[in-house]
Each structure stands twice: as structure tokens, then as C-alpha cells.
């Protein structure tokens, strides 16, 4: 279902891109037969971008970004034959980046009442909705304010769908000037661009960053930072490369030290390094990343929620339950979560209130590198019936009534950004480490969490498919449920 509506928004987007067609210039009337589509350029990396764009120009095409210290440029052309127009000298490689974008995978918000306004009084447990808050006890989070929550210099930035910046839990925390919509692969810094237009996935994300110590709603883990957004998420719910390109640049050039990555490539979407349309993309990704690695930013991501053993892809089986099952043979290891399997980046798994792996939480040993509370809403009821209270409680942005509020969603996507807090403690209590020595630091300091003895799992009684959450953990200390184990914002302070 998931899929066939997520193909369904692609099309869709792909019509809207050609309606903007009418705008671009220097179209030859046989090219612009062919919808508008978005492509990745790479130059040979070190000899800027000149040559390639001017091959771009050659075959009908527009640059709309040039990210010449990777050289990388983003492209839009009609050109229905761009790809072996644009091949040439001065172009390593070209890849259409349309069907390749990543969504978001946003489970439904369960929204709380607002609560009554309390005394603010730097004390997170003395905040309205705390007592909803367990992952924060789960974290040693109250401990952790105790000696700090965190400094304003530290900035994480937010690939995601934008923040509201006029919720009262997160107004004070945003750092507006390194705030960008990066949707299309092109800055743009417009305070109504970087806020939620259909998603409040972002802003849910934030909060448990980096929600104010104000008497008001919840505490986030690291209320003494400050969050840019950075908006990578169009209004479909996709993260196209481009996007995802342009955040890491974004990131890498504002001072932004940390980032968090609630987001992963579809698993019928894999960027598989062996696959030649594939591949450009998985390099300009991985140009970027160096990059802003290289800029002292480290990047924190989730592992999907899929229940999957990504040390093991190839004994993956399943196939796309949208009628059109694939041969998933060649699905090996060459094909890779993007940003989550990337190297150097934090690979974040999930946990419930029981400190158990969430139902959903994808794995795999030597890939998870930490867990963090992402919430677990089966299995309290072994999976009979959805308890929310389960969840995460964070901020919240009704992006129908367009307005801000608190609730509960849970995923992976939640887990990271406790694992991004916990980074920004620890940046803020010992600054000056670079993005290796901060990812060494969070799981040093991360509780170590054996593996469950046997087949594990929580929610027998769902139905959706033999054995559909079972899971099977391996290793010790350091195992692929949990990685290193469940970060400490205590212990990362202290
Ligand atoms: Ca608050
Ligand atoms: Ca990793």
C-alpha cells in the first residue's frame, strides 16, 4: 500500500516538475516534447565544474545548482536523450534522479491537549508533559540537565520536511540563519520554505532535540542547543538526491556540526553501487558526505523501519507488495541505505519503553552503531492492538489546521534524533572533537544491551505475513540489535 502510493506521488511530481517547464529558457521544440526531469552531473572530482557545465548547456540542459567543491552539479532538462547528449569530456557519470528519491516513513500522529502553562524552571521534569516523556527517563535525561543541557553554539541540523517556527516549544531554539529549504537542490533560505507545508515530520524531530525548558509542553534531550532546518523533504514526502546533496552542502558550509537524518531510500529503492544508473548517485551522496566530514560535521541517521537484517540483504525475500514482485537475488550488499549505511554516519536503531528492540527497527550486526528510544506501540499488547502512549510525545504541526501542538509518533525516525541530542550534549560538554571522536564518544558512552537468547518476537500476534517481526540478534557486546547500545545523555555529560 505504502509503495503503490508512494509510485502514485511520484508521478504526480513528476507532472508538476514538467508544468515549470514553461519558465526555462533555451528549449529546442524536440526537447521540450519530454517532461522536465531532474539529473545528477559529476564532474572528475578536483577539476571544478566548468567543462561539465558547459556540455549541460550543450545538451538542452539547465543547471540550477553547482556544487563545485564536489563536483557536482543538478541539472534539469527535457531533453528526452540528455543522459548520452551531456556524456563527454569533463562528465564522469549522469544519472536521472527521478524514481530515486527517498520517503519519508511517517506513521500517524496520535495528537495530545495542549497542556496548561506551567512555571518554567530549567528542571525538564518540571515541564507540563513530562510525565509522558519516558525515553527521557529512558536516557537519563533529567540527570544529564543537571550538570547541562547543552550549549547554543552547538547547531543540529534537520534534513527533513522543515520546522514550525512558530511553535512555542521550538520558537526560541531555531537557528533562523542556518535554516534553508534544500527541496530541488538549491538553497533557499525564506523563513515560509524551511517551515512544514504537508509533513510535521521535521518538526516532531526537533523537539526531541532540542524542546525548550519553558514551562510549556515537552522537554526536548538537548533544550540548550539551537536546530536549523533544513528542508529535504518535498510536499509528496520525497527526498530526492538532489536535496539530499544540497543539505549536506548546506550543513557542511553554516558551521553546522551535527546533523540528524530521519529519512532512508525506499527498499525497492536501493542505490545499489553496482547498478550503473544507480551508482552516480550513490557517489554524488558519498562526495557530499566526505565533504562535510572533512568540514567537521557528523551525521546521524536512522536505520529504517522495516525489520531488516541489512548486514544480510540478500536473504531478504520480500518483494514490493504493489502487485510487481521483483527478483531480490541481486540485491547484495552493494546496495546500500542511503544516508544510514554511508560511512562515518551514526547508524540508529530503535528501542521501546521496555528498552527492548522496537518491532519495526531494522538491523544488523556491523551496521547498527547505537540505539536510542523510538517507541514501540505492539508490544504491550504483543501486537494486538496500537497503545500510542508508547510512542515518542514530542512537537507537533497539523498541517491541516495549521496549527502547532504535542503527540505521539514512533520509528526509527524518532530514535535518531534522541541519538543526535545525546551527540549534542557531548559536543557541547567536550567541543572541539571531530565527527570520528564524537561517534566513538556516543558509543562509548552508550549502555551496553546484550541480545534477546532465541527468535525474537515482540508482537506475535500481528498478522501481517508469517513471521513478519520475527528477528534474529547476533553478537556480543557489540551486537545487531542494538550496536554499541543505548546512548546516555548522562554519561555524555558528566
Ligand atoms: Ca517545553
Ligand atoms: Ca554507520
Given at each position: 500500500?505504502?509503495?503503490?502510493?508512494?509510485?502514485?506521488?511520484?508521478?504526480?511530481?513528476?507532472?508538476?516538475?514538467?508544468?515549470?517547464?514553461?519558465?526555462?529558457?533555451?528549449?529546442?521544440?524536440?526537447?521540450?516534447?519530454?517532461?522536465?526531469?531532474?539529473?545528477?552531473?559529476?564532474?572528475?572530482?578536483?577539476?571544478?565544474?566548468?567543462?561539465?557545465?558547459?556540455r549541460v548547456a550543450a545538451a538542452d540542459g539547465t543547471v540550477v545548482a553547482a556544487y563545485d567543491k564536489i563536483g557536482v552539479l543538478i541539472v534539469r532538462s527535457s531533453a528526452p536523450d540528455f543522459t548520452t547528449r551531456v556524456a563527454g569530456a569533463g562528465v564522469e557519470s549522469v544519472a536521472s534522479t527521478a524514481g530515486l528519491g527517498t520517503a519519508l516513513d511517517e506513521g500517524e500522529t496520535v495528537e495530545v491537549p495542549a497542556a496548561a502553562v506551567a512555571a518554567a524552571t530549567g528542571d525538564p521534569t518540571a515541564e507540563p508533559l513530562y510525565n509522558l516523556q519516558w525515553d527521557m527517563d529512558q536516557i537519563r535525561v533529567p540527570q544529564a540537565h543537571a550538570v547541562s543541557g547543552g550549549s547554543p553554539s552547538v547547531v543540529v541540523g534537520v534534513l527533513d520536511s522543515g520546522i514550525s517556527s512558530s511553535h512555542p516549544d521550538l520558537a526560541s531554539q531555531i537557528a533562523r540563519d542556518k535554516s534553508a529549504s534544500c527541496v530541488g537542490g538549491v538553497p533557499n533560505t525564506a523563513e515560509a520554505a524551511w517551515n512544514p507545508t504537508t509533513s510535521d515530520h521535521g518538526t516532531h524531530v526537533a523537539g526531541t532535540i532540542a524542546a525548550a525548558v519553558n514551562g510549556v509542553g515537552v522537554t526536548g534531550v538537548a533544550p540548550g542547543v539551537k536546530v536549523a532546518a533544513v528542508k529535504v523533504v518535498n510536499d509528496d514526502g520525497y527526498i530526492f538526491p538532489e536535496a539530499a546533496v544540497c543539505g549536506f552542502m548546506w550543513a557542511a558550509e553554516h558551521g553546522i556540526?551535527?546533523?540528524?537524518?530521519?529519512?532512508?531510500?525506499?527498499?525497492?529503492?536501493?542505490?545499489?553501487?553496482?547498478?550503473?544508473?544507480?551508482?552516480?548517485?550513490?557517489?554524488a551522496v558519498q562526495r557530499?558526505?566526505?565533504?562535510?566530514?572533512?568540514?567537521?560535521v557528523l551525521h546521524v541517521a536512522s536505520a529504517g523501519n522495516s525489520n531488516w537484517d541489512l548486514a544480510h540483504k540478500i536473504t531478504d525475500t520480500g518483494s514490493p507488495n504493489n502487485g510487481t514482485p521483483e527478483d531480490r537475488e541481486n540485491l547484495t550488499n552493494a546496495c546500500l541505505v542511503l544516508p544510514a549505511e554511508a560511512p562515518g554516519v551514526v547508524t540508529v536503531a530503535a528501542v521501546g519503553p521496555t528498552g527492548e528492540k522496537s518491532y519495526y527497527s531494522s538491523y544488523g550486526q556491523g551496521v547498527i552503531d547505537v540505539t536510542a528510544p523510538g517507541g514501540?506501540?505492539?508490544?504491550?499488547?504483543?501486537?494486538?492492538?496500537?497503545?500510542?502512549?508508547?510512542?515518542?510525545?514530542?512537537?507537533?504541526?497539523?498541517t491541516a489546521t495549521r496549527t502547532n501542538g504535542w503527540g505521539y509518533k514512533q520509528g526509527t525516525s524518532m530514535s535518531s534524533p534522541h541519538a543526535a541530542g545525546v551527540a549534542a550534549l557531548a559536543l557541547s560538554a567536550?567541543?572541539?572533537?571531530?565527527?570520528?571522536?564524537?561517534?566513538?564518544?556516543?558509543?562509548?558512552?552508550?549502555v551496553a544491551k546484550s541480545c534477546p537468547s532465541g527468535v525474537y518476537n515482540p508482537v506475535p500476534l500481528i498478522p501481517a505475513g508469517p513471521n513478519a517481526y520475527d528477528a534474529a540478534c547476533s553478537g556480543g557486546n557489540r551486537n545487531g540489535f542494538y550496536g554499541a547500545g543505548v546512548v546516555d545523555a548522562y554519561n555524555a555529560v558528566k
Open positions: 500500500m505504502n509503495n503503490l502510493r508512494r509510485k502514485t506521488l511520484a508521478a504526480a511530481s513528476a507532472v508538476t516538475l514538467g508544468a515549470g517547464l514553461a519558465l526555462t529558457g533555451g528549449m529546442s521544440p524536440a526537447a521540450a516534447a519530454g517532461p522536465e526531469t531532474s539529473y545528477l552531473v559529476l564532474a572528475p572530482q578536483g577539476n571544478g565544474t566548468a567543462k561539465a557545465a558547459a556540526k551535527l546533523t540528524n537524518n530521519s529519512y532512508y531510500i525506499d527498499p525497492w529503492q536501493l542505490n545499489c553501487r553496482n547498478d550503473a544508473r544507480q551508482r552516480p548517485v550513490w557517489k557530499a558526505l566526505r565533504y562535510s566530514q572533512s568540514q567537521g514501540d506501540t505492539r508490544f504491550r499488547t504483543r501486537g494486538a492492538v496500537s497503545t500510542s502512549a508508547d510512542g515518542i510525545l514530542s512537537t507537533t504541526f497539523n567536550h567541543p572541539g572533537m571531530n565527527p570520528g571522536q564524537l561517534s566513538s564518544f556516543l558509543e562509548r558512552t552508550a
